[in-house]
């Protein structure tokens, strides 16, 4: 199942510098886990914003749920999800 989010992280002003690197290197490796992993299959930054538009292949609306809330950021992130389903006129043979 693909689903497209758009996280916006908010971290607090007053977070400790190290704390927020901390977070961010944990964040990124992560998310370079679930990319090889294919879970993770888009990961685009919305320009001129701390946010980013992506998109996961995951087998349930749980395994999504369960996957963003591992997420290091997610208490600092506001998130928006989408299903995805094939759109008819596609010529992607591998959308799904
Ligand atoms: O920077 C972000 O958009 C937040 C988050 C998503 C991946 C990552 O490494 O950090």
Redesign the pocket.
């Given at each position: 199942m693909l689903f497209h989010v758009k996280?916006t992280?908010n971290l607090p002003v007053d977070m400790h510098p190290e704390r927020a690197a901390s977070l961010?290197a944990e964040?990124?490796a992560?998310?370079?886990r679930l990319q090889q992993e294919g879970k993770w299959r888009h990961?685009w930054?919305i320009a001129g914003h701390?946010?980013?538009y992506?998109v996961f292949d995951v087998d349930s609306v749980q395994d999504l749920h369960d996957l963003l809330m591992q997420?290091p950021?997610f208490p600092y992130?506001a998130i928006e999800v989408n299903a995805l389903c094939r759109h008819p006129s596609s010529i992607h043979a591998d959308d799904r």
């Open positions: 996280m992280v961010k964040e990124k992560l998310a370079q990961l930054r701390y946010a980013n992506s997420l950021l992130m």
